[in-house]
Nanobody, 119 residues
Framework: QVQLVESGGGLVQAGGSLRLSCAAS????????MGWYRQAPGKERELVAV???????DYADSLKGRFTISRDNAKNTVYLQMNSLKSEDTAVYYC?????????????WGPGTQVTVSS
C-alpha cells in the first residue's frame, strides 16, 4: 500500500510564500495522480491542485497563478509552491494519491499539515 506524509506547513505573513512537500512510501511505484486539498475551519475539504504521473496539472480556478504543483517521480514526492499567500489560504493542507493495489484503483490521504497566514 501507499503512505503519505506532508511537511512544510507553518505560520507565514500575508504576501509570503510556503512550499509544501508530500513524500510517498510503500508501493509508491503504483501511484498515478497526486494532489493537494485543503480544509479551512468550518468548511468542506476542497481541491487545490492535482498532477498526474506524466506531469499534467489541474488547479482550482481561484488559485491559478499563485499556487504551483510539481512532482519528482524519482523521489515519490509532490510539492505545492504557494505564493502571495492570503489569510483565506489558512487551512489544513492534505496530500492525496490514487494508486493501484491488488488490481484495483484506490486512494489514500496524508495526515495533513497546517498552514496559517496572518494578516
Amino acid at each position: 500500500q501507499v503512505q503519505l506524509v506532508e511537511s512544510g506547513g507553518g505560520l507565514v505573513q500575508a504576501g509570503g510564500s510556503l512550499r509544501l512537500s508530500c513524500a510517498a512510501s510503500g508501493d509508491a511505484f503504483s501511484i498515478n495522480t497526486m494532489g493537494w486539498y485543503r480544509q479551512a475551519p468550518g468548511k468542506e475539504r476542497e481541491l487545490v491542485a492535482v498532477i498526474t504521473r506524466g506531469g499534467t496539472t489541474d488547479y482550482a480556478d481561484s488559485l491559478k497563478g499563485r499556487f504551483t504543483i510539481s512532482r519528482d517521480n524519482a523521489k515519490n514526492t509532490v510539492y505545492l509552491q504557494m505564493n502571495s499567500l492570503k489569510s483565506e489560504d489558512t487551512a489544513v493542507y492534505y496530500c492525496n494519491a490514487d494508486y493501484w493495489f491488488s488490481g484495483s484503483s484506490t486512494n489514500t490521504w496524508g495526515p495533513g499539515t497546517q498552514v496559517t497566514v496572518s494578516s
